[in-house]
């Protein structure tokens, strides 16, 4: 006679962020994903008027995400466990958002050179309509003193991509050229803590032990 075993939850992750998708993917997870519209810019505004740390600021927009669409999924599919995630990235006390094209993206790299940041990137779930779990983790990432030959270089090469990017960076491509030292998680720098998530999924039935 078989061993009944329950089916693992339907994962979704509230996020349109292609680097976020093939992150899971790349784990062999299979996955649902909806982006959830929040007002991102009236959620940071408020965090730091609250005077909030980077870590809870950037857990409270990945909570915002997972919310939004966990309710909406009551109703569609009640077992899904909803993935909400978010990055923040603070050099010197200063919070960066994604830059407006690429003369944006010129100033925050220029206002980045030569320091060492920290990127924020906080992971929340959500089930039957509450949230059950949250992560958030600090990575720490020195720039160098890269030329402005190097800059304009780099501009060329990664055009409008790079301003999907909190950092205007990608690490996984050319972004990598930009630092001399990384300290944290590849996939936590990428959007999204892996070890940690996966460790809950483990324990939620979600992927095997």
Do not use: N
Request: net charge negative; aromatic share 6%.
């Amino acid at each position: 006679m078989g061993v009944m075993t329950p089916a693992p939850p339907p994962l979704v992750l509230a996020s349109s962020s292609a680097t976020r998708a093939a992150l899971l993917r790349a784990a062999g997870l299979s996955f649902a994903a909806m982006p959830a519209a929040v007002d991102e810019a009236s959620l940071k505004e408020a965090a730091l008027e609250e005077g909030l740390p980077p870590a809870e600021a950037a857990t409270l927009l990945a909570d915002a995400k997972a919310e939004r669409l966990a309710r909406r999924m009551l109703r569609e599919e009640p077992e899904a466990l909803v993935i909400g995630a978010d990055s923040l990235l603070v050099c010197e006390g200063r919070w960066f958002d994604k830059p407006e094209g690429l003369e944006g993206a010129r100033a925050q790299l220029r206002a980045l050179r030569g320091r060492t940041h920290e990127l924020v990137s906080a992971v929340v779930c959500w089930r039957h309509g509450a949230r059950i779990w949250h992560h958030a983790a600090t990575c720490r990432l020195s720039m160098r003193e890269f030329s402005d030959e190097f800059l304009e270089a780099y501009l060329a090469a990664e055009g409008e991509e790079i301003t999907y990017s909190v950092g205007a960076y990608r690490l996984e491509g050319l972004g990598m050229h930009l630092f001399r030292a990384v300290q944290g998680e590849h996939a936590a720098i990428l959007g999204l803590p892996m070890l940690p998530l996966l460790d809950f999924l483990r324990q939620h039935g979600a992927v095997l032990r």
